[in-house]
């Protein structure tokens, strides 16, 4: 997986989110209802399974992609929970940029990095 992978997987969602009316995207919905909805929350892990996991997981090819898929996973949810429901600052106020300098990274790590039994 080539690097830079991980800055724009950030730079998408967060650019998504955005850009959709008051963080109407089926991931920020779904995130928002999962916590007092069981069908929210089946709906969202499907949602995350095929949009996310089994592309990632596609993309890597590798016996641990499953895993990595749902490292990137906790990523994407931790951002989205921290700045479009919770309102954490200073993730809720930041740039595009910023978040994509700060969680590229750890996403690309989650995709490509070693893990402890490498």
Known sequence: MSGGMGERIIR??????????????PLAMLTRSARTNDQSETL?????????????????GTPDAAMRAGMVNVQLLGLTVARYI????PIA??????????F????????????ASS
């Open 104 to 115: 590229g990274p750890l996403v690309q790590h989650c995709l490509t990095g070693q893990t």
């Open 86 to 89: 919770v309102r954490i600052e």
């Open 93 to 102: 106020s930041s740039s595009v940029d910023e978040l994509v300098s700060w």
């Open 44 to 60: 969202i892990r499907e949602y995350i399974d095929r949009e996310i996991t089994s592309r990632v997981a596609t993309l890597l």
């Open 12 to 25: 998408t969602l967060v650019e998504s989110i955005d850009a959709s009316q008051a963080g109407r995207t």
